[in-house]
């Protein structure tokens, strides 16, 4: 039986599970994680959502969901893939994105009705003065930049 | 022995052979056939792009669609109720049950001819996405929802480059146009409705593909245009792709795509 003390509890557990890959941000942070529940059963039910419909990190974050929650007596577990609505990179919480940042992933501008291509400033930096090198970087979710300021090269967290 | 049948992939017969399927799963099994054929095409060009920005370009891009895939594919298995999952369907179907449409499986060419499939299927499925976010089926209305906002980058890259190279070097402009012109002969089965569709289109669930000329023109004809490229009037048009009819080109893909599965049934790594 799960009580709501420890649904609390689990919740936690859950939200402290690392994006597997930009581990500098939690699946809480990434808004990944969309509900944790317990079903009629007293299971514990976890909803996740992917960020890209082929994001190949979906398994092993649910592999690590429910590991984690073993580690907590928690064997029967239940991870469900949620589709809808669609993750968009407006569910990255402050907490992440100053976790991007500091980490030199440049986060996502506001993902609004109209697409604009903004300047995205240098997370090492700070410059204003960037170049987009590839639409398309090392993940599906990043863009591959590089800064006319300082030179280095760095991944951007596209909007999505 | 029949006939000849004229240019490739305009036979327009009777029965094809394929498995007879609910139109509802046909339908669902062709959006989910059209993203998995050509996922694997740009997963072809893993290590063979001209630059490695254009490697992982390519590859995440065939990600995506391989993502779309699997939801559609597993939604297919589910909609048709005998058993069938993704690998399933993926995996240990012959050609003929195949409901792709054609442009998918045209082999990758150069750059320009890759380039032009993008840019035709990528706006084809905008409008597609676009309108399926509304479908009265809630699986495709949530992979319509997720899938746009990708679609939407892959169509811009594909722009992007057609503009590139269309209004770049002779050269580049040589090899768009002729990209173009290998591509869109396969352009018009895009929107042709099947047979079973007009049904799906009255019940909600499904978008009747040839509302989507119009607004696939208007965004791809001012590209090429832009681009310095010519519209082509192709001679033949390819059809039949959702009946099970395809290009030989396809039945080499399948066999690379499926050769480890059935040769060890359960494989896992």
Redesign the interface.
Known sequence: MVTTTTLAAVRAVVAEVPDPELPVVTIEDLGVLRDVRVDDGGRVVVEITPTYSGCPAIDAIRDDVLARLREHGHDDAEVRLVLAPAWTTDWITARGRAALHEHGIAPPHRAGPVALTLSVRCPRCGSPNTREISRFGSTACKSLWTCRACLEPFDHMKAL | MTAHPGPPGTWDGGSTGATVLEPRVAYVLGLGDDALVL?HRLGEWIAGAPQI??D??L??????????A??LLSHAGELEGAGRDEDALAYLRDERDFRNLQIVERPNGDFAVTTARQLAFSAYQYELYDRLRASAD??L???A???I??V??HR??AT?WTLRLGDGTDESHRRMQAGVEQIWPYVEEMFEPGPAVAGLVAQGLATDPSLLREPWAAYVHPVLTQATLAVPEPAFHGRGGRRGLHTEALGYLLAEMQHLHRAHPGATW
Do not use: C
Not at chain 2, 59 to 68: F, H, S
């Open positions: 996922a920005e254009e992982i370009a590859a995440n891009i065939g990600l995506d669609l391989l993502g779309q699997r939801t809630p699986t209305a949530a992979v929802g997720k899938a906002k990708e939407t980058y811009d890259h992007q």
